[in-house]
């Protein structure tokens, strides 16, 4: 993947700054791939994950790391196939927060090609943490069998 200029970058930040803040779910910009560059994360992040917006923005592949090991693979291919496809792709996975609990994530992406920055393919997308009703989700089906 080429480089992005400094002037696309504060381009999208500026474009996609104001998004709402103080909501319970994180919206973002993503490039694809495992090291895909993170341009855009509301500060909720912080609040969802714990690791600062700071490091998303300026640590290359920090999702990647985070993701479970045991949804890994799931995760990457079902990106790549949205990635080709350019189709929206909503899944759910773990990931691993700073304080080393596992927070189960519900993710809803599309793919958008940006002529008016050039950026392009980008992953838009928000994800919510669904860990309280995947709990629930456990107890039921315990309390069922």
Not at 33 to 42: A, F, P, V, W
Not at 119 to 142: A, H, I, N, Q, W
Request: overall charge negative; aromatic content about 10%; proline content about 6%.
């Amino acid at each position: 993947m080429r480089p992005y200029s400094e002037q696309v970058l504060r381009a999208l930040e500026n474009r996609y700054g104001p998004l709402p803040e103080g909501v319970p779910s994180v919206a973002y910009i993503f490039e694809p791939g495992i090291e895909g560059r993170c341009l855009y994360i509301s500060p909720s992040v912080e609040d969802v994950l714990g690791y600062p917006r700071r490091q998303w923005l300026e640590e290359r592949g920090l999702w990647d790391r985070l993701l479970h090991p045991d949804d890994e693979e799931r995760v990457v291919s079902n990106e790549a196939e949205c990635a080709r496809s350019g189709e929206k792709l909503v899944q759910e996975y773990r990931l691993c927060a700073a304080d080393g609990r596992d927070v189960w994530i519900r993710d809803e992406m599309t793919v958008v090609f940006d002529r008016q920055t050039g950026v392009d393919p980008l992953f838009y997308g928000v994800f919510l943490d669904v860990s309280d009703r995947k709990r629930m989700e456990t107890k039921l089906e315990r309390l069922a069998l």
